[in-house]
């Protein structure tokens, strides 16, 4: 093993099933120590449990690995920092996994299930990584990884809010990425597809056992490594596929002064061709076309 992770503290949240489980006890088999955050509830975020968490630290105590137990919800994510911190002293690797769901179509979508997501996904991911932050920047080192989804690239039929909210933890990814950098701190997101207990509602058991998490595992082991190729970018992973996903931009087309919404409709082909795409990898590169016609004189901020 050359990728080790000998004196390093990685929290993993979610920990205590499925893709949260593997990530920590990979992270651990590499020299980690590891702080296995576990709310232990249901999928639909329902209930308790301290055992959850406590179990997969016996597992990886079994296999002479280092970790500790905390069961607060993300919500509350300076609680796992500080039991990072209380135990080990440092933290080098958040990776926020904690997920539940509550699918429902759009029509029938209660405020309950809305907010409960957000919680979960984005605001807990926002939590844990916003008190990680001040103590990888003075350590001048960190990596974070974010767990998104297809749902929120594509969208998916009866999952608005979890769509929302994982699409959320991107922009999210994607600005920490930008803030980080100077300090040595990078952020990479994945859309994983496994086997998991959130998934065995909807996928059969041949394909549940086909998608196992430890197939997804190595690329968030990786994002976590001092070696991280990468920052700000996107993967989609499953059954040991491996592949990046990155925006795409069309050439556009400009029209001089103010122009009516005859000649938009007539110049649409244009605006919607991709033919020479570009891909542009943040605000100063999407928005080059609006610069062009700013011109010289007038440059503009990044926002
Ligand atoms: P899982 O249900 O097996 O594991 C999620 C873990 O998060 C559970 O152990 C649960 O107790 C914990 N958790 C839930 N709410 C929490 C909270 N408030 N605080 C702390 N822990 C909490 O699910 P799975 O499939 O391993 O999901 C992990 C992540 O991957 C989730 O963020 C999920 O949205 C995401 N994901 C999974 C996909 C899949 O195909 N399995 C597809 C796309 C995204």
Not at 6 to 16: C, E, L, N, Y
Not at 57 to 62: L, T
Not at 151 to 176: E, P, R
Request: hydrophobic share 40%; net charge neutral; aromatic share 8%.
């Amino acid at each position: 093993m050359s990728l080790r992770f000998d004196g390093r503290v990685v929290i993993v949240t979610g920990a205590g099933n499925g893709l949260g489980r593997s990530h920590a006890r990979e992270f651990a088999r590499r020299g980690a120590k590891v702080v296995v955050n576990d709310l232990g509830g249901g999928i639909a975020g329902d209930g308790a449990s301290t055992t959850v968490a406590q179990a997969v630290v016996d597992e990886i105590k079994a296999l002479g690995g280092e970790a500790v137990a905390n069961t607060d919800s993300v919500e509350a994510g300076d609680k796992i920092v500080q039991t990072a911190m209380d135990a080990y002293g440092r933290i080098d690797v958040v990776v926020n996994n904690a997920g539940i769901l509550r699918d429902a179509s759009f029509q029938k979508m209660a405020d309950a299930d809305w907010d409960v997501i957000y919680r979960v996904h984005l605001f807990g991911s926002y939590k844990v990584s916003r008190a990680a932050w001040p103590h990888m920047r003075a350590a001048g080192y960190g990596r974070i990884v974010m767990t998104t989804s297809v749902a929120g690239i594509y969208g998916n039929f009866g999952q608005a809010n979890y769509s929302a909210a994982k699409l959320g933890i991107f922009g999210l990814a994607q600005t920490l990425a930008a803030e980080g950098a100077s300090k040595n701190i990078l952020c990479n997101t994945i859309a994983p597809t496994a086997g998991s207990r959130l998934t065995a509602t909807v996928l059969p058991k041949e394909m549940l056992e086909a998608l196992k998490p430890e197939y997804v595992t190595p690329v968030a082991v990786l994002l976590g490594h001092e070696s991280c190729p990468e920052n700000g970018k996107l993967f989609e992973v499953g059954g040991g596929w491996v592949s990046q996903t990155r925006w795409e931009q069309t050439q556009g087309v400009f029209f001089q002064d103010e122009y009516a919404v005859e000649d938009l409709q007539k110049k649409w082909g244009d605006v919607t061709n991709f033919e020479n795409s570009r891909h542009a990898t943040k605000v100063t590169e999407s928005k080059s076309g609006i610069q062009e016609r700013l011109g010289k004189g007038m440059v503009l901020s990044p926002q």
